[in-house]
Nanobody
Framework: QVQLVESGGGLVQAGGSLRLSCAAS????????MAWYRQFPGKERELVAS????????TYADVVKGRFTISRDNAKNTMYLQMNSLKPEDTAVYYC?????????WGQGTQVTVSS
């Protein structure tokens, strides 16, 4: 069964850092471009950052550009999101999934809370 497990979230003060991880199983991870998404209460998920299959190409939402860095380790079937200079408006549940539809079943996400 395909599984995506996000981890690494937590409570941090504004200006702090967190590193999120996304572990994929039973899925051809290295053959798929992957992305981090986030969801604010009552809102739809939005794309935060994406990375190509081999990791050589990345994209970022304007609001996180210069602060967040996406990376992946295909040998470990794992993707990461290094988040620096966090702001209260980054508070959300963060998810990982493919870039393109059809999406895999969404994991439980990891909560990131940034206090001011």
């Amino acid at each position: 069964q395909v599984q995506l497990v996000e981890s690494g979230g937590g409570l941090v003060q504004a200006g702090g850092s967190l590193r999120l991880s996304c572990a994929a199983s039973s899925f051809p991870f290295s053959s798929n471009a992957m992305a981090w998404y986030r969801q604010f209460p009552g809102k739809e998920r939005e794309l935060v950052a994406s990375i190509s299959r081999g990791g050589w190409s990345t994209t970022y939402a304007d609001v996180v550009k210069g602060r967040f860095t996406i990376s992946r380790d295909n040998a470990k079937n794992t993707m990461y999101l290094q988040m620096n200079s966090l702001k209260p408006e980054d508070t959300a549940v963060y998810y990982c999934n493919k870039v393109v539809r059809p999406y895999l079943d969404w994991g439980q996400g990891t909560q990131v809370t940034v206090s001011s």
